[in-house]
């Protein structure tokens, strides 16, 4: 079964952004274009073999709460042992700090495979690559020394604590406590929820960063201070001591990704639970944030990647499933005739387009924003600060779009299917289940929407979005120069347009410190501001595909054209919702519900 197509990965990945540009820098000297290839294909392997088998077992044997400790599928001990062999927790970390310095967007490329393969199982990997980069880049070296090797070697897990019972996401409102001991450590006492791959029985140690307030810290945001928190204490050598008092209070039991376990933790109710102070107090949400952006990104890839498994599964569907027949000339069908596959019916093309116009794009958006991180690591000055705020600026829609749109892809691959969609026969109603947390993932589609509209297009003046701006049009002037992509040109200079002319009418809200107003269709503006982020991408394959055999070249303009009729032909729509003047989600009180 084909869960992604690796000539279209390599096209985004090397003629769409450019890789074999990137492999110019010093930084990394020790790629070239073949050592790539195999990289993709060693991960290829891997999930062909260890990881695409067992998606729907791990689905029909989920993660579960026994005795006070979470069991997995059994797979995953051969999973952990093979990535952790092949370096992929800390492949994008520097060489010095034990990774492989791999450009960020191969480092997604590769996970975007596994993913694609079996969502289930990168989280465990990818919250230890975090932890692990998150102390590599603030914690001590005795810190790094304690916990890294045994991490990036998949041995011990990682964990990122920010959500508690009576806060949610409102990050301000938390209530763990952190309380100095007197030889450097903190007593730890609280509990989070929603903490996934925090516990199971191939690890023999987890390293949590955790969010919690030191005694007489300030209110809000800027009273929290990050924490490493082990589930069991580590000795100066390395070795593994006494328990450390996190306890497993049980498993959420989810409607997808089952295989991927999300726990409750009660830190320091059942003895003393010890942490280490990472960086300075107070300054924990901002360290954390670090990890939060890459997880958002991982999020985006994620959806990006269970769009691709159900694409490929739906169309192999239609290319096997034969029902009804085409018309004739005369509008009519012959009943004598052998019925025809249904992939032969324009309708079911559509839906086929709707999802392939929606996965490849989310892949290039995704690509796109790492590539962004990427330069701004290999630059310095005015260049290396450019391609930081690019970076800022797309995060959140390289986290919402592919799940958000993601989500809708699959519903529509689940469509192809008719009844068997429907069915447990079938893998789509699987993947359905899957995708739908990524909208609520670290940070939900609304938090996104506000952090988007709020802070990153505002942020430093509106300088990210200039900076943008540029981008596109460079973009719009090379297609203007083919004839086959000016319409498409044009098309797209048209949604930037209205994209700063929503802006022009909600700032007006903003200037009068009616800042509700301002936000109150924030995710209207997301869905707009991501649509037309995407005409982009798709008109940079659109140029890049020139150059490819005509099969494909085809295949991707044809796509091309599928998501400029359907897709930012919406532009126009979601303008006239955000420049509407009535403020319904504002005025109506919760008394008229």
């Not at 110019?24 to 290839?37: G, N």
């Not at 498993?251 to 059942?270: I, P, V, W």
């Not at 529509?412 to 969609?421: H, I, K, R, S």
């Not at 739908?436 to 988007?452: F, H, M, N």
Request: hydrophobic letters at 40%.
């Amino acid at each position: 079964m084909k869960y992604y197509d690796p000539q279209t990965l390599s096209f985004i990945l090397k003629d769409v952004h450019q890789l074999d540009e990137l492999l110019k820098a010093d930084r990394y000297a020790a790629y070239d274009m073949q050592s790539i290839d195999l990289l993709l294909d060693a991960v290829k392997d891997l999930s062909d073999t260890a990881l695409y088998p067992y998606v729907k077992e791990m689905d029909e044997k989920p993660a579960y709460f026994k005795d006070g400790r979470i069991k997995i599928h059994e797979q995953f001990e051969s999973i952990f042992q093979k990535s952790g062999e092949m370096g992929l927790v800390g492949a994008f970390m520097n060489e010095e700090d034990g990774g492989m310095q791999l450009p960020l967007v191969v480092f997604n490329a590769l996970y975007f495979i596994t993913e694609a393969a079996n969502n289930h199982v990168s989280g465990y990997l990818g919250l230890t690559a975090g932890a692990s980069n998150l102390i590599i880049n603030f914690g001590t070296n005795d810190l790094k020394k304690r916990f890294i090797p045994k991490m990036l070697e998949m041995k011990w897990g990682g964990t990122m604590c920010l959500t508690e019972p009576q806060a949610g996401s409102s990050l301000s409102d938390i209530t763990t406590s952190a309380k100095p001991t007197g030889d450097g450590t903190y007593s730890i006492k609280g509990q989070k929820i929603f903490i996934s791959g925090s516990d199971h029985q191939f690890s023999d140690n987890f390293v949590h960063l955790v969010l919690a307030r030191v005694e007489g810290a300030p209110a809000g945001t800027k009273g929290v201070s990050l924490f490493v928190v082990p589930q069991y204490r580590v000795s100066d050598d390395g070795s593994i001591g006494d328990c450390n008092h996190v306890d497993i209070v049980g498993e959420h039991e989810k409607l997808g990704q089952r295989g991927y376990c999300t726990n409750h933790l009660a830190f320091g109710d059942s003895g003393e639970s010890l942490g280490y102070l990472v960086g300075q107090e107070n300054k924990g949400l901002s360290y954390m944030f670090q990890m939060m952006n890459e997880a958002r990104i991982a999020v985006g890839r994620v959806g990006t990647g269970i769009a691709s498994a159900a694409y490929y599964a739906s169309l192999q569907y239609a290319k096997e499933r034969p029902q009804g027949r085409k018309l004739q000339g005369t509008g009519k069908k012959d009943p004598n005739q052998e019925q025809t596959l249904i992939i032969n019916h324009p309708d079911v093309k559509r839906m086929l387009l709707h999802q392939k116009a929606i996965m490849e794009g989310a892949l290039s958006v995704v690509l796109q924003c790492a590539w962004y991180v990427d330069k701004q690591m290999t630059t310095t000055g005015n260049e290396r600060k450019n391609f930081h705020v690019l970076a800022e600026l797309l995060t959140p829609i390289a986290k919402t779009y592919p799940s958000e749109k993601g989500r809708e892809a699959v519903d529509t691959g689940l469509q192809v299917l008719g009844g068997y969609g429907f069915t447990m026969d079938f893998i789509l109603q699987q993947y359905l289940r899957d995708i739908r947390i990524c909208a609520i993932y670290e940070g939900t589609t609304g938090i996104q929407s506000l952090d988007l509209l709020g802070r990153k297009v505002t942020m430093m003046e509106g300088a990210a979005m200039k900076l943008l701006a540029e981008e596109v049009e460079e973009s719009i002037k090379a297609a203007m120069g083919v004839e086959e992509l000016k319409q498409y040109a044009s098309q797209l200079a048209g949604g930037a347009t209205m994209i700063q002319e929503c802006l022009s009418h909600l700032m007006k809200y903003a200037l009068n410190g009616d800042h509700e107003r301002y936000l109150a269709d924030a995710t209207v503006f997301m869905d707009l501001f991501s649509t037309v982020v995407i005409g982009w991408q798709w008109l940079k394959m659109g140029l890049a595909a020139m150059d490819q055999d005509e099969a494909f070249k085809q295949s991707k303009l044809h796509t091309l054209d599928y998501f400029y009729k359907y897709e930012m032909s919406r532009c126009k729509g979601l303008q006239k919702t955000i420049c509407h003047d009535s403020d319904v989600t504002v005025k109506m009180g919760a008394e008229m519900f």
